[in-house]
């Protein structure tokens, strides 16, 4: 496993990182949070779907005492807290603002799942990777403190001046870097399929393959990508075995044209050690009664999830 300087800055950290991409793969003795090792041991025990808030859009303006209320009142068991929105919840909190959000939580029925950030690991310019990796490492310090699970990161495109190959091999080595920082903190980082390019099934498949991590999963994004070429199913399977966690859209009738029987069936079934059952609420249009929006989608996700 590769050691990390406690005396060493972080930049000082990623560069050596990124410039060497020396990552080894092994975890040591800490078992995953987000894994029931204990049922698994019996044989395969499919795991609990869970209805969870991503704060864009529909939770933006909510301070964290106002989400967490929201999110109680209409039986959303947690929430990914996207970084700049009104909640506050960033790296750059200070020790009392951490130990109030902490306690904030800990004294709410709803969880942290985690963090979602914008870090991003496709550009050409060597010392933005690195700057994104120190995010990164800075995020996985922050949601480890405040009880989550993870950080959401992403690809956000392909560089035309860069060989396709070589930018999604950078990605999935710089994961591998920030997947063995998050190893340490029991944290998973949660790739979301996004991207012009990069969330293309394919090239988001060869990114994992490179990334190679166990506490690297797929943020699986419900994009219309995924209907293309050999459609849904095969699209699915392929990032299967790495599946984390789930972007949903608003489920109601009528509101977004995707296979949400086909998508509940699989992730029902799923069989991927890193999968957390977490299917998070992420939607680009906003209700104009957002509590009662709420409500709907989870009658709508029961039913789905039963």
């Known amino acids: ?92 909190m200070n020790a009392a603002q951490r130990s109030e959000a902490k306690k904030r939580f800990a004294d709410s029925p709803v969880a942290l799942v985690g963090l979602g950030s914008a870090c991003e690991y496709h ?13 990164t490492k800075a995020f996985i310090d922050l949601s ?25 091999e950078q990605i999935g080595k710089s994961l591998q870097i920030v997947g063995q920082y998050a190893a340490k903190a029991n944290q998973q980082i949660r790739l979301e399929v996004h991207g012009k390019g990069t969330q293309e099934i394919p090239n988001m498949k060869r990114i994992m393959e490179v990334a190679d991590h166990p506490n690297v999963v797929v943020c699986w994004n419900c994009n219309p990508t995924d209907l293309i070429g050999p459609g849904f199913d095969a699209n699915f399977d392929a990032l299967a075995p790495w599946l984390g966690t789930v972007h ?32 998070l609420m992420e939607d680009g249009a906003t209700p104009p009664d957002i509590p009662a929006a709420m409500l709907e989608n989870h009658s709508v996700f029961e039913s789905l999830s039963s």
């Open 248 to 279: 949903i859209h608003d489920l109601r009738p009528g509101k977004v044209d995707y296979p949400w029987p086909a998508l509940f069936k699989k992730l029902k079934a799923s069989e991927a050690k890193g999968f957390t059952g977490w299917c």
């Open 123 to 135: 550009a050409v310019s060597p010392s933005v990777v690195e700057k994104n990796i120190d995010e």
């Open 1 to 92: 496993m590769l050691e990390f300087n406690a005396t060493e800055s972080r930049s000082q950290s990623s560069r050596r990182d990124f410039l060497n991409l020396a990552i080894a793969s092994s975890l040591g003795t800490i078992a995953p949070i987000w894994d029931s090792h204990e049922a698994r041991a019996a044989g395969y025990a499919a795991v609990p779907l869970k209805l969870g808030l991503v704060t864009y859009q529909w939770g933006k303006d909510l301070s964290l005492v106002d989400l967490l209320d929201v999110c109680k009142r209409t039986h959303y068991a947690g929430v990914e807290l996207r970084s700049t929105h009104r909640h506050g919840i960033e790296p750059s």
């Open 144 to 168: 480890a403190e405040l009880g989550g699970s993870g950080v959401k990161v992403r690809p956000n495109g392909l560089p035309s001046e860069v060989p396709v190959e070589k930018t999604l």
